[in-house]
Structure formats: structure tokens, C-alpha cells
């Protein structure tokens, strides 16, 4: 697969909706497997019910991948939309000091 070729000259990072699909979508499947884990813990425990094995297991991981999906979009769009002059500031005092050589001319 060739190389994608950048459009406009400039490196742009993900916009804001990037950012928030990227979140649903690994919110959506920490939650469903979580929801997989607990939903099969208490199945085991308690029995699935009247509604049957998949259809409370799927309750459990529906339930549990849209609300963790949701938090976790939301929140990845509130972390990333910062000032630029905050985040330029922050580079600048993590980059590393410059040092220079000295002149041999001082070492009398």
C-alpha cells in the first residue's frame, strides 16, 4: 500500500470529531467487554432469567459499552481542546537547554 501524500504542505493532527469517534470507539469496547465480564459473572450466579442467556448478556454489554462509550468520547474531546499558546508554553519548558561549547580562547 503506497504512502498517503499529505495535502495543503504542514502536519495537521486529528480535528476535534477525530477525537471523539476515536474515544466512543475505544470506550464503546472496554465497555463491552467489561460488560461481557459482568454480565457473564452474574449469569453464572444468579441465572439469566426469563429473557435467556444472549439476550442478558447482550443487555449487559450494550449497557455497559454506550454509557462508558459516551463518558469516554466525551472526555477524550475535553482533554484535547486546549489553548495552543498553553500547549507551546508546555513544549517549550520540556524541551531540552541548549547548551554551547566554549571558546578555548577562555581556558587562559
Known amino acids: 500500500m503506497p504512502p498517503v501524500v499529505p495535502m ?61 462509550g459516551f463518558f469516554m468520547s466525551i472526555g477524550s474531546v475535553i482533554r484535547s481542546d486546549a489553548d495552543p499558546k498553553l500547549n507551546e508554553m508546555y513544549m517549550r519548558a520540556q524541551r531540552r537547554p541548549i547548551t554551547m561549547m566554549a571558546n578555548p580562547a577562555w581556558k587562559r
Open 8 to 68: 495543503g504542505g504542514g502536519q495537521h493532527g486529528p480535528s476535534n470529531f477525530d477525537k471523539f469517534k476515536m474515544g466512543a470507539i475505544m470506550g464503546t469496547t472496554v465497555g463491552g467487554l467489561m460488560g461481557f465480564l459482568y454480565g457473564t459473572v452474574h449469569i453464572f450466579r444468579y441465572g439469566a432469567g426469563s429473557n435467556g442467556i444472549m439476550r442478558t448478556l447482550g443487555q449487559f454489554m450494550l449497557g455497559s459499552g454506550a454509557t462508558f
